[in-house]
């Protein structure tokens, strides 16, 4: 039961250009999404992060989104940079009361190559 | 502070044989995880400690898998009579339960090959 979705495994997208990753989740229960960068032979890095209580979220040049009503969340780069192509992850996560159930569940990833 | 760390990196294996990977997390984090990650898939939860405590296992968790924290400090996660699907990276995290919103922070992880 696949519970968090990244339906596209690769996207290309020109330097300068906007890039879109999109994440789709089918647990209601999850109240707090997180993306992760993945460069090969390393651990995921922590990106940016949003709760359930907003619908937007910026940092930098990263900005995620999302939208309760459809389980859909998607993360924006603007602009690309070559330095930003690797696997890029979706986790979600449930917070109950300020106690956090701990475990993240992840999507399958999807690669982002930037091209200069 | 120099992050989560992971040791060794790489290990290859024949099948049959006993592996320990280690993983020291970041000092002050009281929660540690484990996770595993297969080729095109996204890391998998394995289970987790708050402190010394386990306070959940994955189903993923066969018999052969056993995860130890002592003193709430480094965590140790053993696989016993390794099979050729044990073969994966094996991922540590931690993370500091005083906040909401929670960060999970990962580090290198460790390559296992099983032959």
């Known amino acids: 039961d696949q519970q968090v979705k990244q339906n596209s495994p690769s996207l290309s997208v020109q330097e300068g250009r906007i890039s879109i990753l999109n994440c789709d989740y089918t647990?209601?229960?999850?109240?707090?999404f997180l993306w992760y960068k993945k460069y090969p032979a390393e651990g995921p890095t922590f990106l940016i992060s949003?709760?359930?209580?907003?619908d937007k979220n910026e940092d930098g040049r990263f900005t995620v989104f999302l939208n309760k009503s459809a389980k859909h969340l998607s993360l924006h780069i603007v602009p690309s940079q070559p330095g930003d192509s690797a696997v890029y992850f979706c986790?979600?996560?449930?917070?109950?009361?300020?106690?956090?159930?701990?475990?993240?569940?992840f999507g399958q990833g999807t690669i982002l190559t930037v091209h200069p | 502070d120099t992050g989560v760390s992971q040791d060794p990196r790489h290990k290859i294996t024949k099948r049959g044989q006993n592996v320990t990977f280690r993983c020291d997390p970041i000092?002050?984090?009281?929660?540690l995880y484990w996770y595993r990650q297969t080729l095109g898939q996204g890391p998998e939860f394995l289970t987790y400690?708050?402190?010394?405590?386990?306070?959940?296992k994955s189903r993923l968790l066969s018999d052969r898998f056993s995860a130890e924290r002592p003193k709430g400090s480094f965590s140790t996660l053993e696989i016993q009579r390794t099979e050729q699907g044990d073969s994966a990276m094996y991922l540590c995290?931690?993370?500091?339960?005083?906040?909401?919103?929670?960060?999970?922070?990962f580090g290198p992880g460790t390559r296992l090959l099983v032959l």
């Open positions: 400690f708050q402190n010394e405590a386990q306070l959940e």
């Open positions: 949003i709760s359930s209580i907003k």
């Open positions: 986790a979600a996560t449930r917070f109950a009361g300020g106690t956090s159930y701990g475990k993240l569940t």
């Open positions: 995290a931690s993370s500091s339960r005083d906040s909401f919103q929670e960060t999970q922070y």
């Open positions: 647990n209601s229960m999850f109240d707090y």
């Open positions: 000092s002050e984090h009281n929660r």
